[in-house]
């Protein structure tokens, strides 16, 4: 609701394009490091407890944007924002904890429908709510009224019955290392457990909090799930390639006016959620083979990139749109999975914080490259994401073995 207001409300203070730029940078950086602390801390104090201290601060800097009538409050009010709102992530490691691996890739997928559908209607109603007087003050308390909203759903939900707590001295049921990937739990057995490690964790001395945090991080880092994350990297700087000039490589190309682009990414945006919503067949088609939906849908991105690229009418840009909808849903679903099952269950909020830096660098990195590929050609930003694509698609072929064998990766013992 209140992301595509910002620029406007910025230049409105008196900002100029330069200071509005840093302090969307500053937001961007903040999100890209604090994202695997707070993943990593979610492991240690609990998912209760991290999400809900993450919506509070996140509704904390609404109410503050919500009050600024300057630009330095403004930069305040976006600290909390871009430290703490990584709900998204730790409701992830949520699900992850209480539905097996056979049922994950098909929760996540509505998830990240029900996701998709939030970020498709809250520029709508945002942009409806601009016109009116103070528009954007009331836009961004509405917001901060939702994030306590969901402050009470969370304190409602019945954690007792559920194991979401920090997982690291329960067993594992095939034996391996303690982040090894595990199957079914037993959620009742295991929820008085789970919750006194979360209790305990959580009266630690902060410090003692920081040094697990950073113990858990250098495991991520010494592990060999470095090409896991690299082909997220890979195929998150390729999708975003194609995004890049979108508009303007149609009108260039095509001729078409930038109304034009808007819809068709309304358009594939809607497609996505369907996508998420299919995503229950399309496991069961696969036998429950994250790897190679994870391959597949991959390759298919690729192809419909290249053909993208390539196109000689605005019918072959629907057609690969259409497509592309559908496979970069699955494929984030399906590297998700991947991330969960090889690197386990025990560090998901590590491994799914680490994940969304990965996928922040490159959202640092792909502007970068767009404009110097558009230098060359319209065509230069989506070509150049083929060949990310092909080199990710490399990837998984020479670590096939691995990927099958899922919990054979052991992180460095902390």
């Given at each position: 609701?209140?992301?595509?207001?910002?620029?406007?409300?910025?230049?409105?203070?008196?900002?100029?394009?330069?200071?509005?730029?840093?302090?969307?940078?500053?937001?961007?950086?903040?999100?890209?490091?604090?994202?695997?602390?707070?993943?990593?801390?979610?492991?240690?104090?609990?998912?209760?407890?991290?999400?809900?201290?993450?919506?509070?601060?996140?509704?904390?800097?609404?109410?503050?944007?919500?009050?600024?009538?300057?630009?330095?409050?403004?930069?305040?009010?976006?600290?909390?924002?871009?430290?703490?709102?990584?709900?998204?992530?730790?409701?992830?490691?949520?699900?992850?904890?209480?539905?097996?691996?056979?049922?994950?890739?098909?929760?996540?997928?509505?998830?990240?429908?029900?996701?998709?559908?939030?970020?498709?209607?809250?520029?709508?109603?945002?942009?409806?709510?601009?016109?009116?007087?103070?528009?954007?003050?009331?836009?961004?308390?509405?917001?901060?009224?939702?994030?306590?909203?969901?402050?009470?759903?969370?304190?409602?939900?019945?954690?007792?019955?559920?194991?979401?707590?920090?997982?690291?001295?329960?067993p594992s049921n095939k034996g391996t290392d303690r982040f090894s990937a595990k199957a079914n739990h037993d959620l009742h057995l295991k929820s008085a457990t789970s919750g006194a490690l979360a209790s305990d964790s959580l009266f630690q001395s902060p410090w003692i909090q920081v040094a697990t945090v950073l113990k858990r991080i250098k495991g991520i880092a010494c592990s060999d799930l470095w090409d896991i994350?690299?082909?997220?990297?890979?195929?998150?700087?390729?999708?975003?390639?194609?995004?890049?000039?979108?508009?303007?490589?149609?009108?260039?190309?095509?001729?078409?006016?930038?109304?034009?682009?808007?819809?068709?990414?309304?358009?594939?945006?809607?497609?996505?959620?369907?996508?998420?919503?299919?995503?229950?067949?399309?496991?069961?088609?696969?036998?429950?083979?994250?790897?190679?939906?994870?391959?597949?849908?991959?390759?298919?991105?690729?192809?419909?990139?290249?053909?993208?690229?390539?196109?000689?009418?605005?019918?072959?840009?629907?057609?690969?749109?259409?497509?592309?909808?559908?496979?970069?849903?699955?494929?984030?679903?399906?590297?998700?999975?991947?991330?969960?099952?090889?690197?386990?269950?025990?560090?998901?909020?590590?491994?799914?914080?680490?994940?969304?830096?990965?996928?922040?660098?490159?959202?640092?990195?792909?502007?970068?490259?767009?404009?110097?590929?558009?230098?060359?050609?319209?065509?230069?930003?989506?070509?150049?994401?083929?060949?990310?694509?092909?080199?990710?698609?490399?990837?998984?072929?020479?670590?096939?073995?691995?990927?099958?064998?899922?919990?054979?990766?052991?992180?460095?013992?902390?």
């Amino acid at each position: 609701m209140v992301v595509p207001l910002m620029n406007l409300h910025i230049k409105s203070l008196g900002a100029s394009h330069t200071v509005a730029g840093i302090i969307g940078s500053l937001y961007g950086i903040m999100q890209l490091f604090s994202s695997t602390f707070v993943g990593c801390w979610s492991d240690i104090v609990g998912r209760q407890y991290s999400l809900l201290a993450c919506i509070l601060l996140s509704a904390l800097g609404y109410f503050l944007l919500g009050t600024s009538t300057s630009v330095f409050l403004f930069a305040i009010s976006r600290v909390p924002v871009g430290i703490f709102k990584h709900t998204l992530s730790i409701s992830k490691a949520l699900l992850s904890d209480l539905v097996s691996e056979r049922d994950r890739p098909l929760v996540m997928g509505r998830f990240n429908a029900a996701s998709s559908v939030g970020f498709i209607l809250g520029p709508v109603v945002g942009g409806y709510l601009t016109e009116l007087e103070d528009g954007f003050y009331q836009t961004a308390f509405i917001c901060a009224s939702i994030f306590l909203l969901n402050a009470g759903l969370v304190l409602m939900l019945p954690w007792s019955e559920e194991n979401t707590g920090n997982r690291e001295h329960q067993p594992s049921n095939k034996g391996t290392d303690r982040f090894s990937a595990k199957a079914n739990h037993d959620l009742h057995l295991k929820s008085a457990t789970s919750g006194a490690l979360a209790s305990d964790s959580l009266f630690q001395s902060p410090w003692i909090q920081v040094a697990t945090v950073l113990k858990r991080i250098k495991g991520i880092a010494c592990s060999d799930l470095w090409d896991i994350f690299l082909v997220r990297l890979l195929m998150s700087v390729a999708i975003l390639l194609y995004y890049s000039n979108f508009s303007l490589a149609l009108e260039e190309r095509f001729g078409v006016k930038p109304l034009f682009a808007g819809y068709l990414m309304s358009y594939s945006s809607a497609l996505g959620v369907l996508a998420g919503c299919l995503l229950g067949p399309i496991t069961r088609f696969y036998q429950h083979n994250t790897y190679r939906m994870l391959l597949h849908s991959s390759t298919l991105t690729c192809t419909l990139i290249l053909l993208y690229a390539s196109a000689l009418s605005v019918w072959m840009v629907i057609l690969s749109s259409t497509f592309l909808a559908f496979s970069t849903t699955i494929g984030r679903t399906c590297i998700i999975d991947l991330e969960l099952t090889i690197g386990g269950n025990e560090a998901s909020g590590t491994l799914l914080g680490v994940g969304q830096s990965v996928t922040s660098v490159g959202r640092i990195v792909a502007p970068l490259l767009s404009g110097i590929a558009q230098e060359f050609s319209p065509c230069g930003p989506p070509s150049l994401g083929v060949g990310l694509a092909l080199v990710a698609i490399m990837i998984m072929n020479m670590n096939e073995q691995k990927y099958r064998s899922h919990g054979n990766v052991k992180l460095k013992d902390q």
